[in-house]
């Protein structure tokens, strides 16, 4: 079962936990499940803002996966 790992304690920087909580928010994307996803990608997202920077390329795809998923549950205002 996903949840068991859902949250990322962002107080180390760990990129394979990173990974793989972003393959399961994918899983949880592919199951329709988009409002589980939009919780682990927050997490991803705030741990590589706070560990790689804004400008970093795997920034800069977890934050498109969390808006992918936030267009899934019509949340577009906070895609941005």
């Given at each position: 079962?996903?949840?068991?790992?859902?949250?990322?304690?962002?107080?180390?920087?760990?990129?394979?936990?990173?990974?793989?909580?972003?393959?399961?928010?994918?899983?949880?994307?592919?199951?329709?499940?988009?409002?589980?996803?939009?919780?682990?990608?927050?997490?991803?997202?705030?741990?590589?803002?706070?560990?790689?920077?804004?400008?970093?390329?795997?920034?800069?795809?977890?934050?498109s996966?969390?808006?992918?998923?936030?267009?899934?549950v019509?949340?577009?205002?906070?895609?941005?």
């Amino acid at each position: 079962m996903l949840r068991s790992n859902l949250i990322f304690p962002a107080k180390e920087f760990n990129p394979d936990a990173l990974s793989r909580l972003e393959a399961q928010a994918r899983e949880l994307h592919s199951a329709k499940r988009n409002a589980e996803a939009v919780e682990v990608l927050r997490n991803v997202l705030a741990a590589r803002l706070k560990f790689q920077g804004e400008r970093h390329f795997q920034t800069i795809n977890a934050r498109s996966g969390l808006a992918r998923s936030l267009r899934a549950v019509n949340r577009f205002e906070e895609c941005f």
